[in-house]
């Protein structure tokens, strides 16, 4: 009988919401390649044509800002624990005003 949803038959394994490491990896050595070529990459950049600014503008965003989340299950517990006292403030600052 396979694994019920969310589980994995390794009970050691990454839990929810913590990050895979080759990504983490990953995107730490595409920073240090930005770093460290950011002049020649603000060259070729500013070469190009609008639309293609904003081509290369979009997929960068998607290289540095995490998905959005659309199911709230998938929210880690950390994650749920920073929403929900968000949430808390935000009401108490709309009750001040």
Sequence with gaps: M?????????????????????????RELFHLFVVENIVELQKTFSMLEPWQKLTFFEKMLKMVLPPPITDIEKLSDSDLEKLIERLKRREETQNEE
Excluded: A, Q
Aim: aromatic share 0%; hydrophobic share 10%; no cysteine.
């Design 2 to 26: 396979p694994p019920k949803k969310g589980t994995t038959n390794n009970p050691n394994g990454r839990r929810k919401g913590v990050p895979n490491n080759s990504t983490t990896e990953l």
